[in-house]
């Protein structure tokens, strides 16, 4: 894995997710992602291990009488030891539960952006929307990773995560529409009109959900229901697999209560500018990639009665990335 050259990087886009960190930059004419797992899993302290791990540079740090082992590496070492991964985040948001949860966050940030630290630079960073208004849990952990960064050297600014999407994928728009992110923890939504948000909200049921559920009705950890959600499921076809009989019921009903909300919010809505043509919506996020997806999404969409026309349904060019490039976008306009 490469990290951002901070030195030669002029603007930098951090999805902060609670699965995966991703970091943008530009490069020449091109623009650069690299992601880690947000997670991390303990295993017991010998010398002889931390010695091993130093040697193999596999990122971790010593506490308790205990190694902690962080980043894309805590899932190998966690099916190696049979364990649960761990996150520094829950919902959205760093995870209360979680002692040193930001200490953790900050060192998978430097995974990626490099031990040297910034230099100044313009860093735009995701933070959710909140969930049934519960600004004050987003405040803080929006003002703790502000804090974070800065104190690592950059010029740091939060951009909300659906808002990041449409940044990322409706250039050809002029960034109008609506982007929805799919992840671990939350599903964000934003309506934007030439690039100002005209509403943004999260909702708890994403790919968590789903794993959490999955597992509590069929008896298996969430990190095998994980794997197989990922590997293996799709929504075309008769399934006779009970795991994929029960992803398909709370896929559905992820789908359902996410556009649900989308109508109430648009309901609930004062003073809506007047669009004058059908807008785009854009699907980004780790819980988007199950094929069929995209098209069962569609199908629930068309049937709901919205106060604006939808013109496609898509998903961004590259979904696990969307709301990092967008963030980048952000940092790039600020120059």
């Known amino acids: 894995m490469s990290s951002i050259n901070t030195q030669t990087a002029s603007a930098i886009g951090l999805d902060v997710g609670t699965s995966r960190i991703a970091a943008a930059w530009r490069e020449d004419k091109d623009v650069l992602v690299e992601t880690q797992l947000n997670a991390f899993v303990t295993i017991p302290f010998s010398k002889m291990t931390q010695s091993v791990l130093k040697k193999e540079r596999i990122p971790h740090l010593v506490e308790d009488a205990k190694i902690i082992v962080y980043g894309d590496e805590s899932e190998r070492f966690a099916n190696l030891f049979h364990k649960e991964t761990r996150r520094p985040m829950l919902r959205g948001v760093l995870n209360p539960d979680e002692g040193g949860s930001l200490s953790l966050v900050r060192r998978i940030v430097t995974l990626l952006a490099g031990e040297e630290g910034g230099r100044g630079q313009k860093l735009y960073f995701s933070v959710p929307a909140p969930v049934l208004g519960a600004d004050e849990e987003v405040d803080a952990h929006q003002t703790h990773l502000k804090q974070m960064l800065s104190e690592l050297g950059y010029d740091a600014h939060p951009i909300s995560e659906g808002l990041a999407v449409v940044y990322g994928e409706m250039e050809s728009s002029n960034y109008t529409g609506i982007g929805i992110s799919c992840g671990g923890g939350l599903c964000n939504v934003c309506l934007a009109y030439l690039s100002v948000p005209v509403f943004t909200f999260s909702i708890p049921k994403a790919g968590d959900f789903i794993d959490s559920s999955v597992a509590s009705v069929r008896g298996e950890p969430a990190t095998r229901i994980r794997t197989i959600k ?7 076809g008769h399934f006779t697999n009970k795991i994929h009989q029960s992803l398909a019921v709370y896929y559905e009903d992820m789908i ?32 988007v990639l199950a094929p069929g997806f995209r098209d069962r999404f569609e199908k629930t969409l068309r049937e709901t009665e919205l106060p604006v026309a939808i013109s496609e349904v898509r998903l961004g060019s590259s979904p696990m990335h969307s709301t990092a490039r967008g963030a980048l976008v952000a940092a790039l306009s600020e120059m």
């Open 256 to 287: 359902q209560a996410l556009i649900a909300s989308l109508r109430d919010t648009f309901a609930s809505v004062q003073n809506m500018p007047k669009l004058n043509r059908p807008i785009p919506l854009v699907l980004a996020g780790g819980s």
């Open 230 to 236: 990922e590997e293996s499921f799709h929504f075309n």
